[in-house]
T-cell receptor, first 112, second 114 residues
Framework: DSGVTQTPKHLITATGQRVTLRCSPRSGDLSVYWYQQSLDQGLQFLIQYYNGEERAKGNILERFSAQQFPDLHSELNLSSLELGDSALYFC???????????FGEGSRLTVL | DQQVKQNSPSLSVQEGRISILNCDYTNSMFDYFLWYKKYPAEGPTFLISISSIKDKNEDGRFTVFLNKSAKHLSLHIVPSQPGDSAVYFCAASEVYNAGNMLTFGGGTRLMVKP
C-alpha cells in the first residue's frame, strides 16, 4: 500500500461526457502528479501540483484540468470525452527533495 | 519526442538466471534515474534509483548501472525469480526542474519462467 488513494477505481462513460478523478496523497506529501497510461504504453506526465499551486505541465489536453485543494487532495477533470481518452490515470505524490514518487492504484476510464 | 526509451517491449528469462533490462535517454539534463515495477491492476512501485554522480547502485538482487557518456542505464536482476514477472519502467528526472517530475519509458514486460 503506497498510501496514495484514488477514486473511482473504474469508470465507464460515454463520449462527450465529463468525469472527475480524485486523489488523496500520502500523509505529509505536498506534491501531487497525474499520469496517463494508454493501452500498455508508458506513463505520460500530465500535470503536477505543489501545495495547491500548479508546478509543471506536460502534454495535458485543454479538455483536461486539475486542481489541488487546501487539504492537498487533487482532482483531475476530463471533459468532452473522446474514445481515445480511455486509459489508466495514475496519481502520485512525493515529498519535495526526494526523487521517488508513490503511485496510487489508478483509475481506469473507459469511454464508449 | 521520446526522451526515455526502452527498446525491448518484452523479455523472457529462466528462473535463477540474470535478467537485464535496458533503457536509453536523450536529455542530457537528466541526472536522476529510477526503475519502477508494475504488476497488473496495481500502480507502479519504486524499485531502485541512481544519481548521475554514480555509475552503479545495488540493492539486494537488483543492480542499476549508469553509463552517462552513452546515455544508457540498465537494471540487472540476479537471480531472477518468478515473482519478478512484471512490467518494468525506467524513469528519469532533472533534479532541479519542477521538483521531481519523472519522464517514463514505455516499459519492458519481464517474464521469469520457473
Amino acid at each position: 500500500d503506497s498510501g496514495v488513494t484514488q477514486t473511482p477505481k473504474h469508470l465507464i462513460t460515454a463520449t462527450g461526457q465529463r468525469v472527475t478523478l480524485r486523489c488523496s496523497p500520502r500523509s505529509g506529501d505536498l506534491s501531487v502528479y497525474w499520469y496517463q497510461q494508454s493501452l500498455d504504453q508508458g506513463l505520460q506526465f500530465l500535470i503536477q501540483y505543489y501545495n495547491g499551486e500548479e508546478r509543471a505541465k506536460g502534454n495535458i489536453l485543454e479538455r483536461f484540468s486539475a486542481q489541488q485543494f487546501p487539504d492537498l487532495h487533487s482532482e483531475l477533470n476530463l471533459s468532452s470525452l473522446e474514445l481515445g481518452d480511455s486509459a489508466l490515470y495514475f496519481c502520485a505524490s512525493s515529498a519535495m527533495g526526494t526523487g521517488e514518487l508513490f503511485f496510487g492504484e489508478g483509475s481506469r476510464l473507459t469511454v464508449l | 519526442d521520446q526522451q526515455v526509451k526502452q527498446n525491448s517491449p518484452s523479455l523472457s528469462v529462466q528462473e535463477g538466471r540474470i535478467s537485464i533490462l535496458n533503457c536509453d535517454y536523450t536529455n542530457s539534463m537528466f541526472d536522476y534515474f529510477l526503475w519502477y515495477k508494475k504488476y497488473p491492476a496495481e500502480g507502479p512501485t519504486f524499485l531502485i534509483s541512481i544519481s548521475s554522480i554514480k555509475d552503479k547502485n545495488e540493492d539486494g538482487r537488483f543492480t542499476v548501472f549508469l553509463n552517462k557518456s552513452a546515455k544508457h542505464l540498465s537494471l540487472h536482476i540476479v537471480p531472477s525469480q518468478p515473482g519478478d514477472s512484471a512490467v518494468y519502467f525506467c524513469a528519469a528526472s532533472e533534479v532541479y526542474n519542477a521538483g521531481n517530475m519523472l519522464t517514463f519509458g514505455g516499459g519492458t514486460r519481464l517474464m521469469v519462467k520457473p
